[in-house]
């Protein structure tokens, strides 16, 4: 096998020089990523990450990740920074992701960058990205060329004014005009485009909150409409092709707090996860020294699938699999979980899921497990009433904080307006979004992955309470 020095292969090879990946994220749609970006962020060491790129996505790989971005509260950093940031983290013979939204080489500064690589002499390789351009073109159905219609192209920055360039093209399409789409379109309209010219502002472009404003160009210039970044904005004939109930625009924008479910992952849905189930890992000396002694507990019960992930995660770094639990009674405390524990080769012997007139103690009794040492992984809001129903019928548990439910702070709130369904995983989830959405806009269908879950939101947004069988 030929094996990279400075390559991570399961931690078996001497790194001596780290290696930098200058990659493109796409504009925003998380599945936009490239199969070789995927490939690559899978074995980063470091994400250095910036304000376009969704901390969703970046959620999904295991490398330390570092916000580069300029969003409120949070350490800024300047371009400077980030250089150096990269530098160092090579330096230490790591392999460094440094992602970008849209293309890293569409007004994303990777020039820069790799300018600091080829001086520093780390190596490197450029992946490239699906730019806004090309995503808000087709998530609204704007094509950018059309046969007689439009057959050239520019990708022109709108920011600074003093470097507004009106090309002589069909189409024309500005990054970065939030605060400067007036001037843009004055600059449009004295090069002597027509006040007839159809105009297109995309703001959010393939995100769940995506929003198309579109009218003329004379139109534009008389009224004063709200624009907010990122946006771009598209001038010319081909922009008349744009219909407001386009492919994307009909689809139902599903917000999944803390897991997801199979019924959602029809193509008749956008997923989106809430963010402030971005799980961490806590205490690792305390979870590797349970995952080395695993087989002492007869019970495994798992809660969620982020405690499934993390499970595993230690399980595996301790060199040990699922082998370490053959004797050991699995259950799971919903179907979901169920279905995430296959992925592992587990198939969970006991089903804890609740109902109306079924609660886990009974069903914990029914299953023989009563006088059992139980390890129940799970995060560090620990579910007392959970505990509770398992001590009740007199067994001993051992709760294990395996991550941490933080809300990421660079996060920016979430627009409940753009969506149309919630699923909620679990109640603990639920409480995590009650504590930063007070209320849920009446639009919105709420859908729970269990009994437990649904009276705990009947209990938080609808005033019941709680169900005697379900405590
Ligand atoms: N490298 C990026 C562009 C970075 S410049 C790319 O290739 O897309 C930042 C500008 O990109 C924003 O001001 C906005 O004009 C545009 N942009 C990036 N993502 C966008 C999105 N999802 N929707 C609309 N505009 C976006």
């Known amino acids: 096998m030929n094996v990279r020095v400075g390559h991570r292969s399961m931690g078996t090879e001497v790194r001596k020089t780290g290696f930098v990946y200058l990659i493109g994220a796409g504009p925003g749609d998380p599945e936009l990523l490239t199969i070789k970006a995927q490939r690559v962020l899978d074995i980063a060491d470091v994400i250095l990450y910036d304000d376009l790129v969704s901390s969703d996505l970046v959620a999904?790989?295991?490398?330390?990740?570092?916000?580069?971005?300029?969003?409120?509260?949070c350490h800024h950093f300047e371009q400077d920074a980030i250089n150096q940031e990269i530098l160092r983290h090579a330096r230490e013979g790591k392999i460094v992701a440094r992602l970008k939204?849209?293309?890293?080489?569409?007004?994303?500064?990777?020039?820069?960058?790799?300018?600091?690589?080829?001086?520093?002499?780390?190596?490197?390789?450029?992946i490239p990205g699906i730019t806004a351009a090309h995503g808000a073109s087709t998530y609204t159905e704007i094509p950018l060329t059309m046969r007689k219609i439009s057959s050239s192209v520019a990708f022109c920055t709108g920011h600074p004014v003093s470097k507004l360039h009106v090309p002589n093209t069909d189409t024309i399409v500005y990054?970065?005009?939030?605060?400067?789409?007036?001037?843009?379109?004055?600059?449009?309209?004295?090069?002597?485009?027509?006040?007839?010219?159809?105009?297109?502002?995309?703001?959010?472009?393939?995100?769940?909150?995506?929003?198309?404003?579109?009218?003329?160009?004379?139109?534009?210039?008389?009224?004063?409409?709200?624009?907010?970044s990122p946006a771009l904005l598209l001038i010319g004939e081909n922009i008349a092709y744009f219909i407001k109930e386009n492919w994307y625009s009909k689809k139902k924008k599903v917000l999944l707090?803390?897991?997801?479910?199979?019924?959602?992952?029809?193509?008749?849905?956008?997923?989106?996860?809430?963010?402030?189930?971005?799980?961490?890992?806590?205490?690792?000396?305390?979870v590797a020294r349970c995952m080395q002694h695993v087989e002492q507990w007869s019970v495994v019960c798992f809660a969620d699938e982020f405690a499934i992930q993390y499970f595993f995660k230690a399980l595996f770094e301790v060199s040990r699999d699922?082998?370490?639990?053959?004797?050991?009674?699995?259950?799971?405390?919903?179907?979901?979980?169920?279905?995430?524990?296959?992925?592992?080769?587990?198939?969970?012997?006991?089903?804890?899921?609740?109902?109306?007139?079924?609660?886990?103690?009974?069903?914990?009794?029914?299953?023989?497990?009563?006088?059992?040492?139980?390890?129940?992984?799970?995060?560090?809001?620990?579910?007392?009433?959970?505990?509770?129903?398992?001590?009740?019928?007199?067994?001993?548990?051992?709760?294990?904080?395996?991550?941490?439910?933080?809300?990421?702070e660079n996060e920016e709130s979430l627009d409940l307006d753009f969506i149309?369904?919630?699923?909620?995983?679990?109640?603990?989830c639920l409480?995590?979004?009650?504590?930063?959405?007070?209320?849920?806009?009446?639009?919105?269908?709420?859908?729970?992955?269990?009994?437990?879950?649904?009276?705990?939101?009947?209990?938080?947004?609808?005033?019941?309470?709680?169900?005697?069988?379900?405590?």
């Open 420 to 428: 149309d369904e919630i699923y909620f995983a679990s109640p603990v």
């Open 175 to 228: 990054y970065m005009v939030a605060s400067t789409v007036r001037e843009v379109l004055d600059a449009v309209a004295k090069k002597g485009w027509s006040d007839t010219t159809p105009v297109a502002v995309v703001q959010n472009a393939t995100r769940y909150n995506q929003n198309v404003l579109v009218g003329s160009l004379g139109e534009f210039r008389r009224e004063e409409k709200p624009v907010y």
């Open 60 to 73: 999904h790989f295991s490398a330390l990740k570092i916000y580069t971005g300029k969003r409120k509260n």
């Open 322 to 408: 699922v082998r370490h639990l053959a004797n050991t009674r699995i259950c799971a405390l919903n179907t979901v979980v169920a279905i995430a524990l296959q992925r592992y080769g587990l198939k969970a012997d006991v089903l804890l899921e609740a109902h109306d007139d079924v609660s886990i103690s009974d069903l914990l009794q029914a299953n023989g497990i009563t006088t059992s040492d139980i390890l129940l992984p799970m995060s560090t809001l620990v579910d007392d009433a959970l505990i509770n129903a398992f001590e009740n019928v007199g067994n001993k548990v051992t709760a294990l904080p395996l991550y941490s439910l933080d809300r990421p």
């Open 431 to 471: 409480r995590q979004f009650k504590a930063l959405y007070a209320e849920l806009p009446q639009h919105i269908v709420v859908k729970t992955a269990d009994d437990k879950t649904q009276a705990e939101y009947l209990v938080l947004f609808c005033g019941d309470e709680l169900p005697a069988t379900l405590l």
């Open 101 to 126: 939204g849209g293309d890293p080489f569409i007004f994303g500064r990777g020039g820069e960058e790799l300018e600091v690589m080829r001086q520093n002499g780390i190596g490197y390789e450029i």
């Open 257 to 286: 707090v803390g897991g997801d479910a199979a019924q959602f992952k029809t193509s008749e849905f956008v997923r989106v996860h809430f963010p402030c189930l971005q799980a961490q890992a806590v205490d690792p000396q305390l």
